[in-house]
């Protein structure tokens, strides 16, 4: 649905959609509609902007412009001729009252802090449920109306100057964007749904200097967090300090925090600074909070009130701006029924509690993870890259990693060491590693893959074809006779194909002695193979495919009562191409040209 020039009069909400992937745009196009929206959709992001300037400039004369304009606008980072930062930015400036929410495919801490700083209402990674887009549009139509109405009481003549500046030659922060699909200064890596909740959080709490209680097993990484925190902050220019709570002596952690006065005690023969007052101005973080005595924590309570403390025999008190960032893998909630942790310190440091993630709830990461790992090492140890058997990629993503990132990591050192060659096969990683799967998994592991392509630890992608063993491939089957052609074979099963199934559909199960290789489903797919190519056909899987695609889809749907995200589950699709293999396969429709 599109509204040339907007000029459409209608009382739908309008949202304008900025992507340059067709498919994505149809998608959302549909949704949005089906949603309740006027949507109009732009291939880039100079378009939109240019119709955007003439619908602002065409309805100054107007009491109210806001018919002429989007409520919402959703569009991607990476585009080109103008990205979606510097067309955010553009929008924040002469068009502030139209909230912006940055879609990317290339999702990490910079790009969630850049589209919060550009302005943008919300931030959404790709891949993303069509349901949580949905959500994130009609918040951002609420705020859009809150600004509407705000807007009507401001001077009709403010937006001609705004536009104007705004026409000046942009300055392109993003010009050296690429630069960060490579780079990551923050050393965070992560592309999974649970990692990009986090980057949100980074994003949001950049220009935020509340104090932030960040909660996770040990090794997930708590301290790149907060230092990601303090990087992307006002504060950045100013000390970051970390300290560990469980490695200092209990009778030593108050001087250490608080520092000490000449003749304090046994030994203290000068005045020292405690980290408060190295940490003034900037951010002071507390790791592993939980192991900090009670005596301790009264005073801390003191600093985060007033912001004022007293040096271990001072009498005069030192007052310090520091932003508090706390960490811990123990359940604080549980310490506080014990006694051992006191409760309105909890509350002072519960501001913003940030959770992070397992590596055994980021599995998907793990590939990611050892590329980052191996290339270090790699670089450090002057040694050639080496190179894992997606066999062996297969048993480090299924164990469960007690000791999260920081495991992970020592174990990559090991295969750098301890592997012999330059291929990491799964008998060359380490033995409890091997151990655990074997528990998992009866199959026993092999010693060596030969015949196995192997992967650049910086250029693994999982392994998603199939191939067919040599004993059951078509050419070593002979022609049945008397047989119908091959199209006319086709022709059958295609008739065969059922029409697509209802949510009270009953799918058939095959019984116990048909499953596993007795469910002969592939011996036909072989026999029309077969007398296709004997027929001189060409591209017979652009034939067969869309069908086997349609067959699956329809089943999978059916087995989920038609509910698309669990379908996508099942058949390792994302929504996006679930919903789109819909409209193609089932329903028939044609792609809409751009």
């Known amino acids: 649905m599109t509204y040339p020039n907007n000029k459409t009069p209608t009382t739908e909400p309008i949202v304008w959609v900025i992507d340059d992937d067709q498919a994505l745009r149809m998608i959302l196009e549909d949704t949005l509609t089906d949603s309740g929206f006027q949507v109009q959709t732009f291939g880039n992001a100079k378009s939109a902007w240019r119709l955007l300037q003439d619908s602002g400039q065409d309805s100054q004369p107007k009491s109210d412009n806001s018919a002429s304009l989007p409520s919402i606008i959703v569009t991607d980072i990476r585009m080109p001729m103008m990205n979606g930062l510097d067309f955010s930015s553009k929008i924040k400036q002469a068009f502030a009252q139209i909230p912006v929410i940055i879609m990317t495919a290339h999702a990490d801490v910079q790009s969630a802090v850049d589209s919060y700083q550009s302005g943008a209402f919300d931030y959404l990674p790709k891949p993303f449920e069509l349901d949580d887009a949905i959500a994130m549009v009609k918040k951002a139509c609420l705020q859009s109306q809150s600004n509407q109405t705000q807007k009507r009481s401001k001077s009709e003549n403010h937006n001609d100057s705004l536009i104007r500046d705004a026409q000046q030659p942009p300055t392109e922060p993003v010009a050296a964007e690429p630069e960060k699909t490579t780079t990551n200064p923050s050393g965070i890596i992560g592309q999974s749904i649970a990692m990009q ?12 200097p509340m104090t932030v209680l960040i909660t996770g097993e040990s090794g997930t990484g708590k301290e790149l967090i907060a230092s990601a925190l303090h990087e992307h902050s006002p504060r950045k220019s100013k000390p970051f300090i970390a300290l560990n709570m469980a ?16 003749g304090a005690f046994t030994g203290a023969t000068t005045t020292r600074q405690g980290r408060f007052e190295q940490a003034h101005g900037g951010t002071l973080f507390l790791d592993e909070i939980g192991d900090m005595p009670l005596p301790t924590q009264t005073r801390l309570l003191r600093v985060l009130a007033n912001g004022e403390f007293y040096r271990v025999g001072g009498l005069k008190p ?13 359940n604080l909630e549980t310490l506080v029924q014990q006694g051992k942790f006191r409760e309105d310190l909890f509350y002072r440091l519960n501001v913003i509690r940030l959770a992070l993630p397992s590596l055994r709830e980021r599995r998907e990461d793990i590939p990611l993870l050892i590329d980052f790992f191996m290339q270090n090492i790699t670089k450090s140890m002057d040694t050639p890259t080496k190179t894992i058997t997606p ?24 295969l750098s060491v301890m592997t012999t060659g330059q291929t990491i096969q799964p008998s060359d990683l380490p033995p409890e590693i091997l151990q655990a799967f074997e528990s998992q998994d009866s199959t026993p592991i092999t010693t060596r893959e030969p015949n196995t392509q192997t992967h650049k630890t910086h250029n693994y992608q999982p392994d998603t074809q199939f191939e067919t063993p040599a004993s059951e491939h078509p050419s070593s089957l ?23 199934l209802s949510a009270t559909t009953v799918v058939p199960t095959l019984p116990a002695s048909q499953t596993g290789a007795t469910a002969d489903w ?8 077969q007398q296709a190519l004997a027929e001189g056909q060409y591209d017979i899987l652009q034939t067969a495919y869309p069908m086997f695609e ?25 929504r996006n191409t679930v919903t789109r293999k ?4 089932i329903e028939g429709r044609l792609v809409k040209p751009s």
């Open 582 to 585: 819909y409209q193609q396969l």
């Open 318 to 330: 030192i007052k310090v701006d520091v932003r508090i960032i706390a960490a811990t893998h123990q």
């Open 247 to 262: 490695a200092i002596p209990h009778d030593l952690i108050e001087a250490e925090l608080f520092g000490h006065e000449k």
């Open 197 to 208: 909740k986090v980057f949100r959080a980074i994003g949001r709490l950049s220009h935020m």
């Open 391 to 414: 066999s062996a990629m297969h048993i480090l993503q299924s164990y469960h990693w007690q000791g999260n990132v920081r495991q992970l990591e020592n174990t990559c050192r090991w």
């Open 478 to 500: 002979s022609a049945p006779s008397n047989t119908p052609s091959a199209s006319a074979n086709l022709s059958a099963h295609s008739s065969a194909l059922p029409t697509p």
């Open 550 to 574: 349609k067959c699956l889809l329809e089943v999978a749907l059916a087995h989920t009562a038609q509910h698309k995200g669990q379908a996508a589950d099942l058949l390792g699709w994302g």
């Open 522 to 529: 592939i011996t036909p797919l072989q026999v029309w193979a």
